[in-house]
C-alpha cells in the first residue's frame, strides 16, 4: 500500500497571501488529521476530519481551515499569511477510531517571507 | 504546565546502553503514541498504547493508566537509534505533544 502524500513538499510564500496544503492518506483510511511543528511551539493539531466532516479542531485561528473529500483526501488552507506560520506541516491518517496508529505523511515545510 | 510533559529533553548514550524515556500527561486519552522523527521532519509511529506494555525488537514501551505515566526503553542501544522521540497523547487524531527527546547515541 502507498503511503501518506502531501504536495508540495516545500513553499515559499510572501506575507498576505494564501496557501493551499493536500493530503492524500493511505487507501481505505478515512480520517485525516493535520499538524503544524515549528521550533517554539514544537507539534501542534490543527484540525481532524472523519467522513468528509470536521470531527476536532485545535487552538488556532480562523485562518487555517480545512476539508475533507469524499475520496478521503484533504486539503488545509491558511489565509493571509504571516512569518509566525512558517513551519512543518503534517498530516496523518488512519481508519478512524478512537484508539489506532496514525500514519505521518512526510510534511510539507512552508517558508513564509 | 504543559499537558504532556517528556524527560529528558536531551539524552546522550553510548551504543549498547539501556535507555528510558518517559513522559506524564494530564489530558484525557483514548490512547497514548510514541513517535519517532528523524532528521528532514519525517514521523514514524512506534507504538500505539492504551494499556500495558508493547514490545517491538529492542524497543518497549509501558503505560500506567492510573498515573498517566509512560515510558519507553531501548535496549542495546545503537547509533542508528538517533532520533528525536516524541510522546502523544489525545483522542484519536486529536492528540498534544511533548517536547521530543533528542537521542544521540554514539559509537
Known amino acids: 500500500k502507498a503511503g501518506v502524500t502531501q504536495t508540495p513538499r516545500y513553499l515559499i510564500k510572501t506575507r498576505g497571501q494564501q496557501v493551499t496544503l493536500s493530503c492524500s492518506p493511505i487507501?481505505?483510511?478515512?480520517?485525516v488529521s493535520w499538524y503544524q511543528q515549528t521550533p517554539g511551539q514544537g507539534l501542534q493539531f490543527l484540525f481532524e476530519?472523519?467522513?468528509?466532516?470536521?470531527?476536532n479542531k485545535g487552538n488556532f485561528p480562523g485562518r487555517f481551515s480545512g476539508r475533507q473529500f469524499s475520496n478521503s483526501r484533504s486539503e488545509m488552507n491558511v489565509s493571509t499569511l504571516e512569518l509566525g506560520d512558517s513551519a512543518l506541516y503534517l498530516c496523518?491518517?488512519?481508519?478512524?477510531?478512537?484508539?489506532?496508529?496514525?500514519?505521518f505523511g512526510p510534511g510539507t515545510r512552508l517558508l513564509v517571507l | 504546565k504543559n499537558e504532556v510533559e517528556q524527560s529528558p529533553q536531551n539524552l546522550t548514550a553510548q551504543e549498547g546502553e539501556f535507555i528510558t524515556i518517559n513522559c506524564s500527561y494530564s489530558?484525557?486519552?483514548?490512547?497514548l503514541h510514541w513517535l519517532q522523527q528523524h532528521p528532514g521532519g519525517g514521523i514514524v509511529s512506534l507504538f500505539m498504547?492504551?494499556?500495558g506494555k508493547k514490545k517491538h525488537g529492542r524497543l518497549i514501551a509501558t503505560i500506567n493508566i492510573q498515573e498517566k505515566h509512560s515510558s519507553l526503553h531501548i535496549t542495546a542501544s545503537h547509533p542508528r537509534d538517533s532520533a528525536v522521540y516524541i510522546c502523544?497523547?489525545?483522542?484519536?487524531?486529536?492528540?498534544?505533544f511533548g517536547a521530543g527527546t533528542r537521542l544521540t547515541v554514539k559509537p
Open positions: 496523518a491518517s488512519s481508519l478512524g477510531q478512537l484508539q489506532e496508529t496514525q500514519y
Open positions: 487507501s481505505g483510511h478515512r480520517s
Open positions: 476530519y472523519f467522513s468528509e466532516t470536521q470531527r
Open positions: 489530558v484525557g486519552i483514548s490512547a
Open positions: 498504547l492504551s494499556s
Open positions: 502523544a497523547a489525545g483522542v484519536g487524531g486529536n492528540m498534544r
